[in-house]
């Protein structure tokens, strides 16, 4: 029986591991934390004696391909569910938000009468839905990123436009006023600094909204989405799935294939015929002894901060509060330039935090529609540029900023009763993300679609440099981080198709 080590239990390690198993292999994952789950896991407080559990790193689910939450058995365990209802955007000033419907006409109409709009917004959701699903087989069929195929099935034209080319010149191509550039490209810079005039960045936009699990939507899943890995996790130890908590890796001997670590003052080994990094990009290279090759100048900085805010009695929004479930944006730039700038401001380390924009999630209103009751109410505010320079507890002053940036709309801001924020830093060291990016590695346009790979084979794309049976497919291989598995599901897939041939 071929045996497997996954080093590395969150998303990627656990989807993996799902399907080897099923697929006969003897399967082991060894984790150094003393739980599974990586970045997708909970966290508690009790506040005025009385506990409530929130997300601790990522909060909503939408990368996640549709098949891969069925195949994985998911779709039994877990329940969530999207807003049907408009997101709500507020650029700083404004009273009233502008609402992005789903229905291509009704944006188009609304767009054009708040931010005088004259693009063509049906034209853009045409062609992007063109490129997810492109780029939804190459996740399906496992096929590996390539600009040879995006040609052949998108034409050259498209495919010059949204992956290779600059997200600038992209929404340029689309819109003409800037809160619609800003707003559709927001996820550029979700998790780092990548400049919007880089080759390659455009692609991100697309890819952000090419998870299935939510017809390309974002939602919520109930409890919390780390539902998504303890579930997994179950699952995965059902079939038959070794997991070793708490165990810290000394060696991978890539000459003799084995794993030597240590577990409650033990020595282990094990020996491999395929061994798996579904960890950050970083840590297989510090564990092979014979490593010697180098990717050099990796960008690995994240800008991305979260604080989540309980509130004793549920949020009433002052404008849309019919619209409770409905994820918020509130940016605090209104042009292209400032945008930039901001998000290049915080790379450069110059200052603290640079505003640009906070994505709120109302994860405790959308408990309250599932059913869930929690002892309060809870909002996350996923905020940029923070810079990699200081943690959570340095910076308290930066913290009221951004919550202070949020209040005003709210009706009942008294009821804030706490709130904990954690920075790029503290995401180092609470994830051991090497500088804090939620991808792992920065989506920059050289290390995005058929770049985000360590392999020196494009046939063999999940391959760890050139090892024959040493892969990489944690957050900072295709396509990117989030709670989607998907790379962890394509590397399964190279590996199933290897040891079959
Ligand atoms: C604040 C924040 C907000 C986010 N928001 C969202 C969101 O809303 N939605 C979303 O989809 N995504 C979100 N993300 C991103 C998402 O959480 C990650 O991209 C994803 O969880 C990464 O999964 P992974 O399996 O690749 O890696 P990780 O989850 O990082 O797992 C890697 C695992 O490897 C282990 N490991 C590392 N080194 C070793 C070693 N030497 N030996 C053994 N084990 C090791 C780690 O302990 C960890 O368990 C967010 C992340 C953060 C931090």
């Given at each position: 029986?071929?045996?497997?080590?996954?080093?590395?239990?969150?998303?990627?390690?656990?989807?993996?591991?799902?399907?080897?198993?099923k697929?006969?292999?003897?399967?082991?994952?060894?984790?150094k934390?003393?739980?599974?789950?990586?970045?997708?896991?909970?966290?508690?407080?009790q506040?005025?004696?009385?506990?409530?559990?929130?997300?601790?790193?990522?909060?909503?689910?939408?990368?996640?391909?549709?098949?891969?939450?069925?195949?994985?058995?998911?779709?039994?365990?877990?329940e969530g569910?999207?807003?049907?209802?408009?997101?709500?955007?507020?650029?700083?000033?404004?009273?009233?938000?502008?609402?992005?419907?789903?229905?291509?006409?009704?944006?188009?109409?609304?767009?054009?009468?708040?931010?005088?709009?004259?693009?063509?917004?049906?034209?853009?959701?045409?062609?992007?839905?063109?490129?997810?699903?492109?780029?939804?087989?190459?996740?399906?069929?496992?096929?590996?990123?390539?600009?040879?195929?995006?040609?052949?099935?998108?034409?050259?034209?498209?495919?010059?436009?949204?992956?290779?080319?600059?997200?600038?010149?992209?929404?340029?191509?689309?819109?003409?006023?800037?809160?619609?550039?800003?707003?559709?490209?927001?996820?550029?810079?979700?998790?780092?600094?990548?400049?919007?005039?880089?080759?390659?960045?455009?692609?991100?936009?697309?890819?952000?909204?090419?998870?299935?699990?939510?017809?390309?939507?974002?939602?919520?899943?109930?409890?919390?989405?780390?539902?998504?890995?303890?579930?997994?996790?179950?699952?995965?130890?059902?079939?038959?799935?070794?997991?070793?908590?708490?165990?810290?890796?000394?060696?991978?001997?890539?000459?003799?294939?084995?794993?030597?670590?240590?577990?409650?003052?033990?020595?282990?080994?094990?020996?491999?015929?395929?061994?798996?990094?579904?960890?950050?990009?970083?840590?297989?290279?510090?564990?092979?002894?014979?490593?010697?090759?180098?990717k050099?100048?990796?960008?690995?900085?994240?800008?991305?901060?979260?604080?989540?805010?309980?509130?004793?009695?549920?949020?009433?929004?002052?404008?849309?509060?019919?619209?409770?479930?409905?994820?918020?944006?509130i940016?605090?730039?209104?042009?292209?330039k400032d945008?930039?700038?901001?998000?290049?401001?915080?790379?450069?380390?110059?200052?603290?935090?640079?505003?640009?924009?906070?994505?709120?999630?109302?994860?405790?209103?959308?408990?309250?529609?599932?059913?869930?009751?929690?002892?309060?109410?809870?909002?996350?505010?996923?905020?940029?540029?923070?810079?990699?320079?200081?943690?959570?507890?340095?910076?308290?002053?930066?913290?009221?900023?951004?919550?202070?940036?949020?209040?005003?709309?709210?009706?009942?801001?008294?009821d804030?009763?706490?709130?904990?924020?954690?920075?790029?830093?503290?995401?180092?060291?609470?994830?051991?993300?090497?500088?804090?990016?939620?991808?792992?590695?920065?989506?920059?346009?050289?290390?995005?679609?058929?770049?985000?790979?360590?392999?020196?084979?494009?046939?063999?794309?999940?391959?760890y440099?050139?090892?024959?049976n040493?892969?990489?497919?944690?957050?900072?291989?295709?396509?990117?981080?989030?709670?989607a598995?998907?790379?962890?599901?394509?590397?399964?897939?190279?590996?199933?198709?290897?040891?079959?041939?």
């Amino acid at each position: 029986m071929k045996k497997i080590v996954i080093v590395g239990s969150g998303i990627n390690g656990l989807v993996a591991a799902n399907y080897l198993v099923k697929e006969g292999y003897d399967v082991t994952i060894i984790e150094k934390k003393d739980s599974t789950g990586g970045a997708c896991i909970k966290d508690s407080i009790q506040i005025e004696n009385k506990k409530i559990d929130f997300a601790y790193g990522a909060t909503v689910l939408g990368m996640m391909p549709d098949f891969i939450f069925k195949e994985t058995g998911l779709v039994d365990k877990v329940e969530g569910f999207y807003p049907k209802t408009p997101k709500l955007v507020y650029f700083q000033g404004d009273n009233k938000t502008t609402k992005i419907f789903q229905n291509h006409d009704q944006l188009e109409k609304e767009l054009r009468e708040k931010w005088n709009e004259k693009g063509r917004i049906s034209d853009f959701r045409n062609d992007e839905n063109k490129v997810i699903n492109f780029i939804q087989k190459l996740y399906k069929e496992a096929i590996s990123p390539s600009l040879e195929l995006a040609n052949q099935i998108l034409g050259k034209e498209l495919t010059s436009m949204w992956i290779s080319g600059t997200a600038k010149d992209l929404l340029d191509h689309y819109f003409t006023s800037d809160k619609t550039k800003l707003y559709m490209g927001m996820t550029v810079i979700e998790s780092g600094p990548a400049s919007i005039y880089d080759p390659g960045t455009a692609f991100t936009i697309p890819l952000m909204d090419s998870g299935s699990v939510y017809d390309g939507y974002w939602g919520y899943v109930k409890t919390g989405i780390w539902k998504i890995t303890e579930s997994l996790t179950k699952i995965n130890s059902d079939l038959g799935v070794k997991i070793h908590l708490s165990s810290s890796i000394n060696e991978v001997d890539a000459f003799n294939n084995s794993v030597s670590f240590v577990k409650d003052d033990k020595d282990y080994k094990l020996n491999y015929d395929h061994l798996i990094f579904a960890t950050d990009p970083v840590t297989p290279s510090n564990l092979i002894n014979d490593f010697k090759n180098e990717k050099n100048n990796l960008d690995l900085i994240g800008t991305s901060g979260k604080v989540t805010a309980f509130f004793k009695n549920p949020v009433r929004w002052k404008e849309s509060n019919n619209y409770s479930d409905s994820f918020r944006f509130i940016f605090s730039t209104d042009t292209l330039k400032d945008f930039e700038d901001a998000s290049q401001n915080a790379l450069k380390n110059s200052g603290d935090y640079f505003p640009g924009f906070i994505q709120i999630y109302p994860d405790g209103s959308a408990q309250r529609t599932m059913g869930n009751k929690e002892n309060y109410d809870k909002l996350i505010f996923f905020t940029k540029n923070l810079s990699y320079n200081k943690k959570a507890n340095d910076l308290e002053d930066i913290k009221k900023k951004i919550v202070s940036t949020v209040l005003p709309y709210i009706e009942n801001s008294d009821d804030l009763v706490y709130s904990k924020f954690l920075t790029p830093k503290d995401l180092n060291e609470t994830f051991l993300f090497p500088k804090g990016n939620i991808d792992h590695l920065t989506m920059t346009g050289n290390q995005n679609f058929d770049k985000r790979t360590f392999s020196s084979q494009s046939s063999n794309f999940y391959s760890y440099f050139d090892y024959n049976n040493i892969y990489y497919c944690g957050a900072g291989s295709f396509p990117c981080g989030s709670v989607a598995g998907t790379p962890g599901y394509m590397c399964s897939k190279q590996i199933i198709k290897a040891i079959k041939q």
